[in-house]
């Protein structure tokens, strides 16, 4: 089975400075990766996804996240925030070989002005 | 296209009572998830339907839960009788079908029980 660790619950930033959102997984199996973005009242949305390939994807709204198998880590960057970024974000997990997708506790992003 | 769209936005009811949400996928998406969104537990997935199929109920947490899919365009989830525990924001999402494709999620509906 595998699991989805979001390693802070919540991260205070102010705003154009860079920003990183540290994802841990773990499987016994190959997975495909996702990051989504919930903002306030809404549903989720999908920020970028690793399936194969590249190891660095790159995103929606400047965001991108690195793969890393050795470390079984998916962590998500934005060079600078913006105010709009405040939002909840999600990591997530699925194995090739499955549908049900395993989603970390999330984290909170604050950006301050 | 309108995106996942979910029915009612808010329900407030009395123990007891019983509780349908709905949901209405993105056209020509044949996957289907039903998510409970709560500050304990965080996102958990509930059932999850393929070609209106259930094909994995093992997240609905008691026989008070039930959900179903009559046709590709419809789904509910319902809970009878209902408790205060069940109070969360429920999400229906949809997919095509495959494991590495986008979930689109609906707005949710947010349920208190009282």
Request: glycine content about 8%.
């Amino acid at each position: 089975a595998q699991s989805v660790t979001q390693l802070d619950s919540q991260v205070p930033v102010f705003e154009e400075a860079p920003v990183e959102l540290r994802c841990n997984y773990s499987s016994s199996v190959s997975v495909y990766l996702f990051w989504y973005v919930q903002y306030p009242n809404q549903g989720l949305q999908l920020l970028l996804k690793y399936l194969s390939g590249s190891t660095l994807v790159k995103g929606i709204n400047g965001f991108e996240a690195e793969f890393n198998k050795s470390q079984t880590s998916f962590h998500l960057r934005k060079p600078s925030v913006h105010i709009s970024d405040t939002a909840e974000y999600f990591c997530a997990v699925t194995d090739t070989g499955g549908f049900k997708t395993i989603f970390g506790a999330g984290t909170r992003l604050f950006v301050k002005a | 296209d309108a995106g996942v769209i979910q029915s009612p936005r808010h329900e407030v009811t009395e123990m007891g009572q019983e509780v349908t949400l709905r949901c209405k996928p993105i056209s020509g998406h044949n996957s289907l998830f039903w998510y409970r969104q709560t500050m304990m537990r965080g996102l958990e997935l509930l059932i999850y339907f393929n070609n209106n199929v259930p094909i994995d109920d093992s997240g609905m947490p008691e026989d008070r839960f039930s959900a179903k899919m009559p046709n590709a365009s419809f789904s509910t989830l319902k809970i009878q009788p209902s408790e205060p525990r069940d109070s969360a924001v429920y999400f229906c999402a949809s997919s095509l079908e495959g494991h590495y494709n986008e979930q689109f999620f609906g707005p949710g509906t947010r349920l208190t029980v009282l």
